[in-house]
């Protein structure tokens, strides 16, 4: 049974940093493609971040040279480092395969606001 378990949303003033983590549990995790993804209030859901067994990495535009993605296989856990954030990062936040999973997590809050 796949598990993600998503920590370390807040709220962060613009030009902040923060780090996401993601513990999955009940795939192959080192060899699967794994992503963020994050949801606005009235919007769809987007992936802003993958990263490959191999740690290959892709980013959406939108956050390319801000957020980095990478993985730590033996813990089975994906993190999100968020730099520069700005008030349009502001979303729930969802790990996941790329593509993703039928099950998805709680995800984690992250707010940007002065």
């Known amino acids: 049974q796949v598990q993600l378990v998503e920590s370390g949303g807040g709220l962060v003033q613009p030009g902040g940093s923060l780090r996401l983590s993601c513990v999955a549990s009940?795939?192959?995790?080192?060899?699967?493609?794994m992503g963020w993804y994050r949801q606005a209030p009235g919007k769809q859901r987007e992936l802003v971040a993958e990263i490959t067994g191999g740690r290959s990495t892709n980013y959406a535009d939108s956050v390319k040279g801000r957020f980095t993605i990478s993985r730590d296989n033996a813990r089975n856990t994906v993190y999100l480092q968020m730099n520069s954030l700005k008030p349009e990062d502001t979303a729930v936040y969802y790990c996941?395969?790329?593509?993703?999973?039928?099950?998805w997590g709680q995800g984690t809050q992250v707010t940007v606001s002065s």
């Open positions: 996941n395969g790329v593509p993703g999973f039928a099950y």
């Open positions: 009940g795939i192959a995790f080192s060899i699967k493609r």
